[in-house]
Nanobody
Framework: VQLQASGGGLVQAGGSLRLSCTAS????????IGWYRQAPGKRRELVAS???????NYVDSVKGRFVISRDNAKNTVFLQMNSLKSEDTATYYC????????WGQGTLVTVSS
């Protein structure tokens, strides 16, 4: 199974984007899901995670700006990104949290200053 991220694009600093994560062929309502990102020349990092019960976790650099949420009826996990900064520029991926599966293509977020 692969989880697919979408919703990226080009945005000015201070702007907002909402990313979506979906999976075909399976439901992940019982799984924790993580949003990850990888900037050019850097290692992939976990940005935010949400457990099956709704427990949230964020990396310090996005706290207060990003919000992760899930809609189990739509089998979708969202990442609302506000007050974007140039350092948020990266390819964003979603995956199971704690038991990674094959990575999808990700979605590119470019924040212009």
């Amino acid at each position: 199974v692969q989880l697919q991220a979408s919703g990226g694009g080009l945005v000015q600093a201070g702007g907002s984007l909402r990313l979506s994560c979906t999976a075909s062929g399976r439901t992940f309502r019982d799984n924790a899901i993580g949003w990850y990102r990888q900037a050019p020349g850097k290692r992939r990092e976990l940005v935010a995670s949400i457990s099956s019960s709704g427990r949230l976790n964020y990396v310090d650099s996005v706290k207060g700006r990003f919000v992760i949420s899930r809609d189990n009826a739509k089998n979708t996990v969202f990442l609302q990104m506000n007050s974007l900064k140039s350092e948020d520029t990266a390819t964003y991926y979603c995956n199971l949290y704690g038991s990674l599966v094959a990575w999808g293509q990700g979605t590119l977020v470019t924040v212009s200053s």
